[in-house]
């Protein structure tokens, strides 16, 4: 009873919160409008209440995430191989005013983690630091340096360390990791970056002509985290988040495609 009790309790909870609120007026209205005698009208607005169920209620969002992650599942980053060099992917942190280091770990911050592990490994001699740019307090900063800084007081040496500056996107960073490669007689480079942008970040290095091994980490399903028994419940942000990191890789494949920038191979 106290587990019925609970659950009860959350989903008032998330009723109070933007989504269920949303969601929670929107039944209200589209049972004044049928009442109304407003039914085209109604129709349209239970549309909406279904398509906010099925995208913040339900396990529909997760189980296309997990389609992207589960090819790189279980890769141990003990058993990865040496390889000239690895490179870290920008998205993981940002650039912050109070936090330790000056940087602020995103959703992606597991990034940080695996690079710093596999350097502990001895997995690569070298790592390369991707990343945006970012202007704060009228000063330019690159999140690869911020990171630099994070790392080497986790323990990666910073002789170790090359920022690849600022990068537009993942394309950037793989044509400066392609420039350093020839001047350095670089083959195989290490990969890492969250899960579901390994589809699109692997083809976009082996297009350069590199020798690329995955290294994935930041799992944001079930592939990562075991399943989870679904219940009905008040739709909420996780759907939206993930079905939002979701189209953004699918439709971010296809523009890669179109522009000639990934290896010719369907996406999974």
């Not at 537009?168 to 969250?194: F, M, N, Y």
């Not at 692997?202 to 590199?210: D, E, K, N, Q, S």
Request: net charge neutral.
């Amino acid at each position: 009873m106290s587990t019925f009790i609970e659950y009860l309790l959350q989903q008032g909870m998330a009723l109070l919160a933007p989504v269920g609120m949303v969601w929670g007026a929107l039944i209200l209205l589209t049972v004044l409008l049928w009442w109304r005698q407003q039914r085209g009208l109604a129709a349209l607005v239970a549309a909406l209440v279904v398509f906010i169920t099925i995208i913040g209620g339900t396990a529909l969002p997760g189980s296309l995430l997990a389609s992207l992650e589960r090819p790189y599942a279980g890769v141990a980053p003990d058993s990865l191989p040496t390889a000239d060099a690895a490179v870290l992917l920008g998205g993981g942190a940002d650039i912050a005013r109070y936090e330790v280091g000056g940087v602020h770990l995103t959703p992606a911050g597991d990034r940080l983690a695996m690079a710093a592990e596999v350097m502990r490994l001895g997995k690569a001699p070298v790592l390369l630091l991707g990343g945006g740019v970012r202007t704060l307090d009228g000063r330019t900063r690159f999140e690869a340096d911020a990171v630099a800084q994070l790392l080497a007081r986790w323990g990666v040496p910073e002789k170790a360390m090359i920022s690849l500056g600022g990068c537009t996107d993942t394309h950037d960073e793989a044509i400066d990791t392609l420039t350093l490669a020839q001047q350095r007689g670089w083959r195989h480079v290490l990969v890492i970056t969250s899960a579901n942008h390994l589809p699109r970040a692997v083809p976009t290095f082996r297009h350069m002509g590199l020798e690329v091994t995955a290294v994935p980490c930041n799992f944001l399903t079930s592939v990562g985290a075991g399943e989870v028994p679904w219940v009905p419940r008040v739709p909420g942000t996780d759907g939206f988040v993930k079905m939002g990191i979701w189209l953004h890789e699918k439709i971010g494949w296809l523009m890669y495609w179109r522009r000639g920038w990934l290896m010719p191979v369907p996406p999974k």
